[in-house]
């Protein structure tokens, strides 16, 4: 090693405390005793402390600031203005999940899925406070965050998905770590997207496998949509490559007709589709993947492992029972106004919500449906606020998803819902299966209107 080596790495570690550390035996001499800690600074967090005091105006804390939170943000600051919002979420900068499988193959830029929640919350006048939530405590109607403790009057979870890696690997955390740091699905907004950006750009060929989780799972149709951008970018790229999608599903849907077309008509020597194919095992650690369908090897993955309600749904003890006695899953809610089945003041909005109807059992995990719900609740609150019962409203749904990018050209999918003489909310679906060029125009002119009417 080189003095310059040296140097810098004693600079290291002197400013690290290592120099110290290594050269004092008596390490316990250099940790404070109990007791003789030196007091933080007032305004460094601590999780047990205040956050927020109480103003005299009544309080929604959201907690989430996906595409639910981030609506329901904007609705309640413009219909409830006496209220004191305020927008918990973890992530500096807001990242659409929607239009990103666009963007893994540049036909959209980061800034267009990225927006400072700094600045739009300046904007449109709700208070925003980015911050690890840890706790939900109904009882005291308390939320306790890494910088400090909060209370509400009403809360809103929006906490999206979690993956549960458990049904894979049980509480193998080694084998979970090495599976969602080495082959991410990429479903959650994070750093996972760049990682999997890198590795599709990097593929030099060889086998792509991608598992699909079981339903419920957020956008059923996205990871097709993937498969046919990822293969159009091989397709460019003359690869000699092989996308193989294992489903557990025993066909395609929705717009099972369209996807299969673009498989068979554009991707017929890269895409290759396996239904039924239930994980077995999975080993991250040698590429191999068996399933009810056939083992796989693999030289790269996207693994998405089954969907649930994000953690803050289980931590606020919101989480539904199944059939067989164990935890469901997804939030156990009012189907028709979306509050906790046992709290009225607590709403679930978005892809945490569980089962609604015997007809379609869950919403669709989309992003539209998550800004639905968020408005609907927003009316819900502005209607108990201003002392009126609130009558029931519905989402609808909206998909568009692309195919190709040379030519570019997207098929999509409908969503209403009605509730009907039993009470029952009814789903009706349409897809539209025909890849068209104007639908590639109608799902950028979905999401013009629909990030306006989150970000004004
Ligand atoms: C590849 C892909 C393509 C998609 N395409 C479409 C599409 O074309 N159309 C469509 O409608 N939908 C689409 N979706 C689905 C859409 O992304 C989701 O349905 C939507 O994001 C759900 O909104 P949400 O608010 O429930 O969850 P999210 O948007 O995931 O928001 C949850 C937020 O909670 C935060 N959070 C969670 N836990 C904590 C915590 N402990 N502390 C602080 N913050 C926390 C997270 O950081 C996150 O910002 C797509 C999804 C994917 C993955």
Not at 106 to 135: A, N, P
Not at 146 to 156: E, H, N, P, S, T
Not at 207 to 217: C, E, F, G
Request: include cysteine.
């Amino acid at each position: 090693m080189t003095d310059r080596h040296n140097a810098s790495r004693r600079r290291f570690l002197a400013a690290s405390g290592g120099i110290a550390a290594l050269a004092a035996p008596g390490l316990a001499q250099a940790v404070p005793r109990a007791g003789t800690e030196r007091p933080l600074p007032p305004l460094v967090g601590r999780s047990s402390e205040t956050l927020l005091p109480r103003g005299k105006a009544r309080r929604v804390v959201i907690c989430g600031g996906g595409w639910g939170g981030i609506t329901a943000a904007r609705y309640l600051r413009q219909q409830v203005p006496h209220l004191e919002v305020v927008l918990l979420e973890r992530n500096q900068n807001f990242f659409s999940c929607p239009m990103s499988n666009k963007w893994l193959v540049d036909v959209v830029d980061t800034q267009y899925l990225t927006k400072d929640y700094l600045k739009v919350s300046e904007e449109l006048g709700y208070r925003f406070i980015q911050t690890e939530i840890l706790e939900i405590e109904r009882g005291t109607k308390r939320v306790v965050t890494a910088a400090g403790a909060l209370d509400y009057d009403y809360l809103i979870l929006s906490p999206g998905i979690r993956y549960n890696y458990e049904a894979w690997f049980g509480n193998d955390r080694r084998a979970a770590e090495a599976t969602r740091a080495r082959f991410p699905a990429a479903y959650i907004p994070s750093a996972e997207h760049f990682h999997l950006k890198q590795a599709i750009h990097d593929f030099k060929g060889g086998d792509l496998v991608m598992t699909l989780p079981p339903p419920p799972q957020r956008c059923p149709p996205s990871p097709y949509e993937r498969a046919c951008l990822i293969a159009s970018l091989f397709k460019a790229k003359k690869l000699n490559a092989r996308i193989i999608i294992l489903d557990h599903k025993d066909d395609v849907r929705p717009i099972g007709p369209g996807f299969k077309a673009a498989f068979q008509e554009l991707y017929k020597d890269i895409v290759t589709y396996v239904p039924n194919a239930h994980v077995k095992e999975v080993d991250p650690f040698n590429k191999r993947i068996k399933t009810a369908a056939g083992d796989f090897d693999f030289d790269h993955a996207i693994l998405m492992a089954p969907h649930q309600a994000g953690d803050l749904a289980w931590r606020a003890g919101v989480v539904g029972q199944s059939f067989q006695g164990g935890p469901d899953g997804w939030a156990a809610v009012d189907p028709l106004f979306l509050h906790a089945e046992d709290d009225k003041d607590v709403y679930v909005i978005g892809d945490a919500v569980g089962y609604v109807s015997p007809q379609f059992s869950f919403y669709p995990k989309a992003g539209h449906v998550a800004n639905q719900h968020a408005r609907i609740v927003a009316h819900y609150i502005a209607e108990r606020e201003a002392e009126r019962e609130p009558g029931y409203r519905l989402p609808d749904n909206l998909c568009f998803m692309m195919v190709s990018t040379q030519p570019q050209e997207a098929i999509s999918v409908k969503f209403d819902y009605k509730v009907n003489a039993m009470g029952i909310i009814e789903q009706t679906q349409i897809d539209f299966n025909e890849r068209k060029p104007e639908t590639v125009g109608e799902d950028f002119e979905w999401a013009r209107g629909i990030y306006a009417d989150m970000f004004g």
